[in-house]
């Protein structure tokens, strides 16, 4: 008698648990569909607002392929016609919680199921048994059994709503790649989400080509200054941008890493000889390498400038404008020079306030040694040089290393020297470049992860080669790649969530 209520009691318990897994669970939501028949496969590509718990089997004959998706709605879903060389028809069943989709194949053909994380995407694959190798071999699915996937959930970074919003106002596009899902998300703006498999696994890839007629490139700094730090959709919001991309490389207080120029102005400098991308003032690209020459002439004396808008360091000389904020933010062991209209017009030990319409000149040690005759009144010159081809850009932002040039591979990681945490491996990364007709190119790729294993850099060149780049730089790349479109980021950086960086390329429309 105790066994058996023991037994009523646990059967009980565990249909109760059952219940409340059903009902935390929330249900997936099919919204979109593409079809695609290529030379490779046919692919059929399902976009949920979470991924489901589904099942795949295939009939004895393995003429039918049955995907099971628990748990599914698909109100207002629109099947596209599906008739290809592999797929022949595709069929939708509602039977209770369940969407039974319902492919019928032709003769000697096997399948690969697989999903996308960001945005949340189901691919099916349908392709001759003896194209199954490598990657495919390893996730192939046997035709007299089936398969269960169990993650039912799906981590986004914003609300299914607004991707279903974002849906249902784009347009779809091809773009003659196998395994390209294109989107027009507005006028004159593109999205590529590329996934596919190499040697070493799964590849996802997101790319955005934006016309230039329409839309303007610009940096911006985290939190409108330096240092700062701000996630790349916080910064994206704040200029009022429909999309944008990390940028620079940053020190971890936010202090910019390299030759950085915005509104006409230097607000970040390196003396490496590193590649860089600018646009001139009639928005006319620019890529290639640049270096800073700073110098400073006052009180008779000539110094040479040690950097722009960053931490002063011993015996050197550093210029503040704006851009760093109101004050320097400096200790006491320098001297200030506040300098308006070409002459100083303040001298201060530190923390001096930054003039709306001129700088603050910071020394230390030697240097302000040198400079300790200069009195207030006295005049100052500034020369700064950016080499052959920069002095009118409007903004530059200085990375690296170069990607493509001309339309061909072209990584300059070597001889810019770049750490062997850039130069070597496979990893995520981020880029900015210009297509062959003109459009921005903002791209990123996942790595680290297990829906994406990254690239190298001559990988990541060869594939903007393929989606038709003509000039790319590098952008700042590990988990500050995060590529935001419309309040969204479309892949997942690998450190779980949005890292702060210290700036972002943002589109805004005209």
Request: hydrophobic share 35%; net charge neutral.
């Given at each position: ?111 690969q199921v697989r999903t996308l994380k960001n945005p949340t995407r189901l691919f099916v694959d349908v392709l001759p048994s003896s194209e199954i190798t490598g990657s ?135 003396y490496c000889t590193r590649s860089a991308f600018g646009l001139k003032k009639d928005g006319t690209p620019i890529f290639g390498k640049i270096s800073y020459n700073g ?185 500050s790649s995060d590529l935001v479109i419309n309040g969204e980021v479309q892949n997942s950086p690998s450190d779980g969530q949005e890292r702060a960086v210290g700036d ?7």
């Amino acid at each position: 008698m105790n066994i058996r209520r023991i037994c009523r009691r646990a059967a009980v318990f565990a249909a109760a648990a059952v219940f409340l897994m059903q009902s935390f669970a929330m249900a997936a939501g099919l919204t979109s569909m593409r079809f695609h028949s290529g030379s490779e496969h046919d692919r059929v590509v399902y976009e949920f607002t979470t991924m489901p718990v589904y099942t795949t089997s295939v009939s004895a004959d393995g003429r039918t392929l049955t995907l099971d998706l628990a748990n599914t709605s698909y109100q207002g879903f629109q099947a596209v016609p599906a008739n290809g060389t592999r797929i022949s028809s595709i069929s939708y069943n509602k039977k209770g919680n369940h969407l039974l989709v319902t492919m019928k194949l032709k003769a000697g053909l096997s399948y690969q199921v697989r999903t996308l994380k960001n945005p949340t995407r189901l691919f099916v694959d349908v392709l001759p048994s003896s194209e199954i190798t490598g990657s495919y071999a390893n996730a192939a699915q046997n035709a007299s059994s089936a398969s269960v996937n169990t993650n039912a959930g799906s981590t986004k970074n914003t609300s299914a709503s607004a991707k279903q919003d974002r849906n249902s106002s784009a347009g779809s596009v091809s773009s003659g790649i196998d395994g390209d899902y294109v989107q027009q998300i507005a006028p004159g703006l593109v999205e590529h989400t590329y996934v596919y498999w190499d040697d070493y696994g799964k590849i996802s890839a997101w790319l955005l080509e934006a016309d230039p007629a329409r839309y303007k490139l610009v940096p911006v700094l985290a939190k409108g200054k330096i240092p700062g730090r701000e996630a790349v959709s916080d910064i994206v919001a704040r200029a009022g941008g429909v999309a944008g991309i990390n940028g620079s490389y940053f020190a971890p207080d936010g202090d910019l890493i390299g030759v950085t120029k915005m509104n006409g102005q230097i607000v970040g400098t390196t003396y490496c000889t590193r590649s860089a991308f600018g646009l001139k003032k009639d928005g006319t690209p620019i890529f290639g390498k640049i270096s800073y020459n700073g110098t400073v002439t006052m009180g008779g004396v000539n110094v040479s400038v040690g950097g722009v808008d960053c931490e002063r360091g011993a015996d050197s000389l550093v210029i503040y404008n704006r851009a760093y904020g109101s004050t320097t933010g400096t200790n006491e062991y320098g001297r200030e020079y506040v300098v308006r209209n070409g002459r100083v017009t303040d001298i201060r030990q530190n923390d001096s306030p930054i003039p709306a319409d001129g700088v603050v000149i910071s020394v230390h040690g030697t240097v302000a040694d040198e400079l300790g005759g200069v009195e207030v009144g006295d005049p100052v010159k500034i020369t700064e040089d950016l080499g052959d081809g920069w002095q009118d850009a409007d903004f530059i932002v200085g990375v690296g290393p170069r990607l493509v040039a001309n339309g061909r591979v072209n990584v300059t990681a070597d001889e810019e020297e770049f750490p062997a945490d850039i130069r070597i491996g496979r990893a995520p990364r981020s880029a900015v470049g210009i297509t062959k007709d003109g459009k921005y190119l903002l791209a990123v790729v996942d790595g680290r992860q297990s829906h994406s294993v990254g690239l190298t850099l001559t990988d990541w060149a060869r594939l903007l080669v393929k989606f038709g780049a003509r000039d790319v730089l590098n952008l700042d790349g590990g988990g500050s790649s995060d590529l935001v479109i419309n309040g969204e980021v479309q892949n997942s950086p690998s450190d779980g969530q949005e890292r702060a960086v210290g700036d972002a390329l943002v589109l805004v429309r005209k």
